[in-house]
């Protein structure tokens, strides 16, 4: 059996973060299920919390089985699904109108939430949440718009990353369409539900008891992933298998305000090339 390096000695929950963590697009990042595996074997327990939320909780599971990584449904906390968990605490049964895709529009139901797709009266409208929708139409900007200025809808986000990591390159992520409605209602956001949110990562904090000390995130994404994670209180290491290089991790050390704005809690505890790294040679 491996051990872990020092740093992460007493570590009882790990968090991945998947794209570029686990895998980019449809390819699963060398070693990354075997090193799952041995966290297992160690009797740590490995949760997933991924921003997109344009996939159901099931299709993540069936996703990682093709790699040969055993996860049930409850292992995923994804922006759709804290999104579905927070929006509950503010209204229950609600009528939402979302720019989104299967994720976000089935975990809302899930949680007893009706999705409207084109309402009859704006003001029957509670919410509008806007997430990554690759198929976004000006129809729906329009109703968006029309919920929230002539309706009393109250506008929030999944989540707002710039960019979404391609098998090759990027594409436009799910803060494209944030600003889209935020551009047309001159309105921001009431609360973003992903990353750099802690909330999800509460939300795991709260479901497995573990005390923040003994949990790590691991992630690809400083602004994102290592800033929820110092927010929320729990070790933080950025891998750089995904959007981050060294030299971002250098600039920002190196209070570089070009890149990003400065806050001390983007700044990863530790810093890997690959996930094999938090074993011991
Ligand atoms: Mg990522």
């Known amino acids: 059996m491996r051990k872990l390096i020092d740093d992460l000695e007493n570590i009882k929950l790990a968090i991945f973060d998947l794209d570029g963590v686990i895998y980019r697009g449809e390819t699963l990042i060398p070693s990354a299920d075997k090193v799952i ?11 997933y919390n991924s921003n997109n939320s344009t996939a159901t909780r099931q299709m993540y599971v069936d996703r990682l089985k093709k790699f ?20 509950t605490k503010i209204k229950k049964n ?29 003001n029957d409208i509670d919410f509008v949440i806007v997430g990554l929708c690759r198929n976004l139409t000006y129809k729906d900007l329009a109703i968006a718009q029309k919920c929230i200025l002539e309706g009393n809808a109250q506008f929030y986000a999944t ?23 935020e ?5 921001k956001p009431i609360k973003i539900f992903g990353k750099p949110s802690p909330l999800g990562i509460n939300l795991i904090l709260e479901d497995t008891t573990i005390p923040p000390k003994k949990v790590a995130i691991f992630g690809d994404r400083i602004e994102t992933d290592i800033l929820a994670g110092n927010r929320a209180g729990i070790k933080t ?10 030299v971002m991790i250098n600039d920002i050390k ?4 070009n890149l990003v704005e400065f806050d001390e809690n983007l700044i990863p505890d530790l810093v890997i090339n690959s996930l094999d790294e938090i074993f011991k040679k």
């Open 37 to 47: 595996q041995d966290l297992k074997d160690l009797l740590i327990k490995v949760v």
């Open 68 to 87: 040969d990584i055993l996860t049930e449904i409850d292992d995923f906390y994804t922006s759709a699904s804290i999104s579905a968990s927070e929006i």
């Open 94 to 122: 609600a009528n939402i109108f979302v720019i989104g895709e299967k994720g976000i529009r089935k975990e809302l139901k899930l949680k007893g939430h009706k999705v409207i797709e084109d309402p009859p009266n704006y």
């Open 159 to 181: 989540n707002t990353d710039p960019t979404l990591p391609a098998s090759r390159g990027f594409l436009p992520g799910a803060g494209v369409m944030v600003k889209a409605i």
């Open 183 to 187: 551009t047309c209602t001159a309105r």
């Open 237 to 246: 290491i950025a891998v750089l298998t995904g959007v981050t290089t060294k």
């Open 254 to 257: 190196n209070k570089v305000k």
